[in-house]
């Protein structure tokens, strides 16, 4: 049977590390999350361009209005 | 299970699946704070004033409502596909933004012009306060809870390493999943008092002698359109395994799989990006999730490569799913978040923040939990926009795709009735109409009332019955 659509779009992302250097970050232990994935964080400049022109100046404001009872 | 047992079409793999998501109101920037039950109510006003109700289907066959505690609600009408499933998701993510859109403008004028409504496709709010996003699979019923609890939620526990939404709570801490923290049981009937991760209140809406309503709510609301068509296929593919073996009584190869405390384990999972906490094992043992994830899509790639002419598998689009899913598990495995984040929500919004510490180091927890919020919010929301239009997150369908969904019920299931009957209904002066998952009735002034009865999901033939309350409903409209 033909498939009727391709499900899934390729784009092209920048910044991805080289499989071997990812086998020496795990090689060298499991450590702290936070630790292994911060420095292959590039490539997301225009996007935090995007949201720095954006971004609402009272963050706790924003975030403590979000109070709403539990549903399901 | 050799390829010559199974034929083109196999009845215990079919099926409907469905999702349910209630989505949370906020409201900033006005010059006194309306109360979301106030909020749901002016974004509600244009369905209330076609329908006289909270609580109606829209012209794709879904269902359009305010759930308990003010949360508006969408649940997808019955799609074969996960990717018409998904194609619903989106358009009702959709419709949320036009109703909250024209509710800001109304809001604006009560509550001043700088007002700002957000509608955010997530699942807890900054109090703590949990609501869900449910998939509901029809499963056959010979298939049993016993089965579902041992081989089904090691799944579902360990999958979130490519289908949760991430989170940061108050003390800065990153977790996988918006719902872990909040699952009890394994398997219960409540949803609201305690929550399990399957729920059990069987309301298959289809012939209950054959089929059970699997209710899966231990699920995080997606963003993503591949993590929601992923958690669809991954699972569907699971039950298929399990529903087969069950009916041909065959070994599924998942017997090891079942978890000693699925409670404690799906904590645990959330919180370890790596997928290599030590989980326990109900026969004693002990493995990581990354582990019980590869075994399933071994089962899983071995069982496709078996029943690859069944219908229901290429329906699914399972070659692509299982590839898609063993890049998630490397990438998982190699700490790789550039490539998990091109289609894993945690991992979009965790690269953001991480990249977005990298220009400023002195970032605030409260900044961080604006930008995670801000990622979920389908009305005024900034981040996952932007993400889509700079190519760093992908997409299954295009904008036209998602608005022609609005109106454009799947084709194969009785969701083709239900939608041709609600736009005829829509466009028939004085005609008062109800519609529920199984059922459609109308009257007009002046004729005899009809209604019709729809038990099974699976079929878009119109019954002589439904036949006249479309005749009575056109009939209206001339």
Redesign the interface.
Known sequence: MPQEHKPVQQTNVQGAQTQQEQSLAVEQGQVNPAAQYADVAEGLDSVLDDIESVLENNAEDYVNHFVQKGGE | MSRSESHAMDMTLRRIFGIET?Y??????ADR?PD?GTVAMIMFRPIVAASRSTNTYTPNGSRLYV?????P?YATAEARRP?DALRLDAAGESTMRSLAMQAQDLLREQYGPRTRI?V?KNNQ???G????C?ENYLVRRDISLSLLGEQLIPFLVTRQLYTGAGTWSADGQ?QLSQRADFLDDAISAS??RS?PMINTRDEPHADSDMYRRLHV?LGDSNRSQ?AT?MKLTCTHLVLCILEYCTHHCLDTGLAGMALADPGKAIKTVSH???G?AVLDMADGSRKCALEIQNTYLRVADRFVRDHGDD?AL??A?AP?CLE?WGKALDAV???????L???VDWAAK???V??????HPNL?V??I???D??YHDVANG??FD??VS???M???LTESDVERARTTPPSDTRAALRGAFVTAANNAPGCTWSADWTHVSASVPGAKSREAEMLDPFDSQPSDDYKKVMELVSGAAD
């Open positions: 209630e949370g109101i906020s409201v900033t920037d704070d979301p759930d308990v505690g003010s949360h609600e990717i957000h955010y709010d900054s109090a306060h949990s609501f869900g449910h990153f949803t609201t929550r709510i591949i068509w370890d990006p790596h290599t219908i290429n329906i689009d692509e898609l495995h190699f700490s790789d978040i550039t490539e984040a091109t289609w965790y690269r953001f991480q990249s977005m510490q990298l220009r605030s409260a900044r939990r604006q930008f919020l801000d900034h981040i932007s993400l700079h190519a760093q992908r997409t299954m």
